[in-house]
């Protein structure tokens, strides 16, 4: 009833986890998820190079022991014109590398089969052939280490996967390149040694405990669940993997939760950050407070990008009067500008306490819907509660009004939102940065931490070293004459001979204490 060759009445376990066919919940989806994809494979009776039925199969073997199928008469002129290439993996491939395969037939209908059990190849099958022989069999067929068509013993190196559609373990192993030797003559074969450090410092790495990374996740080992029979889950050999958390989200955490302590709930100045753009009108210069605690991390990238200098020289490419202005595109056209992380960032203005356009001076991020945050950014010139829940407020103007109604006022191009004339940021100040502030605190804290673990350590070696297992300081134990003149071993306490005053004395005390008493007494203990 089992796969395989198994004649027992039941599925045994090694046939249901992945002996026969991986069907377990664990390690059968992921060997389905390493199995390319249908449609990217060649038929196994093709040629990989002209998709059609060849002729003259020739395999070319690659490095993670799988081998690729062509026909010999397309594949000689893709070498000779392509400069002995690989058509599939792009490696040196020479015609001397290719193998002749030798596949068997029926007569009648001229179908491709194994040549030990007669089953026909399928879209299906594992196929495997021999270097040494060329013979290609199903992988079932290779057993014994023989090639059963020509009775030539084989290595498990020399097995090539030519088709494993379904992610079953492969027959074959990786080729690996022999390690070659400098033979020059500044080099001396008879001296060559490998040193001794270098491989000391491997093992060291090696038996070395990985330090526990300080982002670690206190609530998960990063381990999948097992089961109550524990056959959906593989068992984990390795060491834990636990899950590690982002340490910019930690940032953002930390800045946007208030101080604690009295009176610091409100010293929100110290979680915000001043900046000061200066531009092209005049020299004049517009001054930001960001709030950092309301949208850290789109506060974050502004300020990354500025420090970065991707802000400088950055045109104000889009001015509606009595409405916003817009800059923070590099290229100018409004269409550019890539965030810190080169990819849109989420919008925050769905977070507790957001800010909203509700004054004159807002800044707020542009976008072109929602999560698409890049660099752009704007500047209000009037309330607007309507791009509230829409665009993520992170600072607002506190000084340069004069340069803001100026800006307010440049005439624009006829039929267009672009200003007449071109105004630039020309500098980015940055006064107070409360990310870089945290950054600093992170690292006196690890290395506080770090320092303290190392005097820990280093204290419990040193009182391992002064205490035996019985809480006994070495070197004070107190040794008696008798146990000095008797020698080692058990015999040291037959040596012990007791005075005969002492034992009558005991004696008599252990008669005295066996007498019974009777009656009252003479009352003189009442």
């Not at 193998?99 to 179908?111: A, P």
């Not at 033979?183 to 070395?208: E, F, I, N, W």
């Not at 990063?222 to 984990?236: E, K, M, R």
């Not at 802000?311 to 409004?334: A, E, K, S």
């Amino acid at each position: 009833m089992g796969h395989g060759n198994s004649d027992k009445l039941y599925i045994t376990h090694a046939e249901h986890a992945g002996q026969f066919g991986s069907h377990s919940s664990s390690s059968g989806f992921k060997f389905k998820a390493q199995a390319p994809h249908p449609g990217a494979r060649t038929p196994f009776d093709s040629c990989a190079l002209s998709f059609q039925p060849f002729s003259h199969p020739v395999c070319a073997r690659n490095s993670d022991g799988t081998g690729t199928v062509f026909d010999l008469v397309n594949i000689i002129p893709w070498l000779k014109q392509h400069n002995n290439t690989h058509p599939v993996t792009k490696e040196p491939l020479s015609p001397d590398n290719l193998i002749t395969l030798h596949y068997s037939r029926k007569e009648g209908s001229g179908e491709i089969h194994d040549p030990i059990s007669f089953k026909p190849f399928s879209e299906h099958s594992h196929i495997v052939a021999i270097a040494t022989t060329g013979n290609v069999f199903l992988a079932e067929s290779v057993k014994g280490g023989k090639d059963l068509v020509n009775e030539v013993p084989f290595k498990k190196q020399d097995i090539i996967t030519l088709q494993n559609p379904h992610g079953l373990p492969q027959a074959s192993v990786p080729v690996t390149a022999a390690p070659t030797l400098d033979v020059s003559p500044k080099h001396d074969l008879s001296k060559s040694t490998v040193s001794k450090s270098a491989a000391a410092g491997g093992v060291s790495a090696v038996k070395a405990k990985a330090a526990v990374p300080w982002n670690v996740s206190p609530y998960s080992s990063g381990l999948p669940g097992a089961s109550l029979t524990s056959t959906s889950v593989d068992p984990s050999t390795t060491g834990s993997s636990k899950l590690l958390w982002d340490e910019e989200e930690l940032m953002f955490e930390d800045i946007s939760n208030p101080l604690k302590g009295k009176g610091k709930e409100k010293d929100v100045g110290r979680r915000r950050a001043y900046v000061r753009l200066v531009t092209s009108l005049g020299g004049g210069s517009l001054n930001l407070e960001l709030f950092c605690e309301k949208a850290p991390k789109t506060c974050y990238n502004f300020l990354m990008l500025a420090k970065a200098g991707k802000y400088d020289n950055c045109l104000f490419h889009r001015l509606v009067p009595g409405f916003m202005i817009q800059t923070g595109d590099p290229t100018g056209t409004g269409t550019g500008g890539e965030s810190y992380w080169g990819t849109p960032f989420r919008d925050e203005h769905d977070l507790k306490g957001a800010a909203k356009h509700d004054t004159r001076g807002v800044l707020a991020m542009a976008n072109k819907g929602a999560g698409t945050n890049g660099s752009q950014f704007y500047i209000t010139f009037k309330p607007a509660s309507h791009l509230d829940k829409k665009h993520t407020v992170f600072g607002k103007l506190v000084g340069g009004e004069e340069v803001l109604d100026l800006l307010e006022k440049l005439p624009l191009k006829d039929g267009t939102e672009r200003p007449a004339k071109s105004v630039r940021i020309t500098e980015v100040v940055i006064y107070q940065d409360p990310f870089d502030d945290y950054k600093k605190r992170l690292t006196n804290k690890l290395a506080k931490r770090a320092q303290s673990n190392q005097s820990n350590k280093a204290s419990s070696e040193k009182k391992g070293d002064e205490i035996n297992w019985f809480g006994v300081k070495v070197g004070e134990e107190k040794v008696t004459a008798a146990e000095e003149g008797a020698g080692g071993g058990v015999g040291k306490y037959l040596n012990l001979k007791r005075p005969q005053g002492a034992l009558a004395a005991s004696a008599g005390a252990d008669e005295s204490k066996k007498k019974r008493k009777t009656g009252f007494g003479d009352f003189a203990g009442w």
